[in-house]
């Protein structure tokens, strides 16, 4: 995972739209990708919750609210991270910045409990706004932030993340898309080409994230 840039404050979001994945009963928590620590309001105030974050002035804001917080990314501090401890894992956006996510979706375990589950989030590369540019204006111009990202180093649909997971030995509890697209001018022009796009490519295109649960898969199975 590289580090984030420092022209763009992306660090303090809450991302409470995530917060239903959240399982039911954990006590250890590690973000990965931490920022400010601002998804520390979405859990129980009486979990442990370290945080992993590149960029120093973010950990810096996060350390007063986290009980631990490393600073550099998951593949920088790994050692410095207990094996066997955290029964929930947080990757909140970060595993497209990632130089090699099938490697972190193994190394990760090591961290795990066998009871432990990883929730996380995703950019949609499919995304109905991106799609056009690529397919009418043929273009793939990187921005400062969103799905093109110029920090991203993967990209994946919903099928390739899906598929990501299950080559990767884990059992998908949630898997659904997040920050759907809202269509209300029912009569301005653009809507309703969008509308059409949509129905055509598929409704996964109005989706710009994915969000999923997984825990491990048992070695009986």
Known sequence: MIKAKSNYQYHDGARNEL????????????EIGCGEGGFFSCVK??????????????ANISRQKLH??????YEDVSNEIPDNYFDLIICNDVIEHMVDHNQFLNSIKRKMTKDAYLIGSIPNVRYFR??????????WKYK??????????????KKSLHRCLIEN????????????VKLHRLFDPRHLFYRFFILVFGKDTSYKQFKFRIHQKSKDV
Not at 19 to 30: A, G, I
Not at 170 to 176: A, M, N, Q
Request: charged share 25%.
């Open 130 to 139: 991106n799609l056009i540019r690529l397919l009418f204006e043929k273009d």
């Open 68 to 73: 631990t917080v490393r600073v550099g990314t």
């Open 144 to 157: 400062e932030a969103g799905i093109l990202d110029y920090t991203h180093l993967r990209f994946f649909t």
């Open 45 to 58: 105030e009486s979990c442990e919750y370290w945080g992993i974050e590149p960029s120093k002035s973010a």
């Open 19 to 30: 917060s239903d994945l959240l399982p039911e009963s954990y006590t250890r928590v590690l």
């Open 169 to 180: 030995k884990y059992t998908i509890d949630i898997f659904t898309g997040v920050n759907q």
